[in-house]
């Protein structure tokens, strides 16, 4: 039970469009509607400039790291560890909260890999 509630929390958390957050608050523009459509740090480079693609950045490998460290930090097991970091990362191709479109993945899978390194 505690394995499927993790990986459910990691697909939300990996949902959390940063990108599209971050570009509609600091350049009010919906990141669907410019550029290449994507709701990554490359399209709020374009659409919205450096600091708000560096936060989107930060906040898209962020959750993935945070997924993954979570999982770690309760010790599961290394099968489960990879299910929750391909649910983060799905949750960033197919947000919840962003109508199911969302960005490429390599930010937050950055995040998930830097997370599973062995210390």
Known sequence: MRDIVLLAAA??????PFGLLIARVQGGVD?????SGNIGAT???RAVGRGAAALTLLGDMGKGAAAVGLGRWLEVSPAVLALIALAAVAGHLFPMFGGFRGGKGVATTLGVVLAAMPA
């Open 11 to 16: 697909y939300l958390l990996g949902s959390v």
């Open 31 to 35: 990141l669907r509607r410019v550029g």
């Open 43 to 45: 399209n709020v480079l």
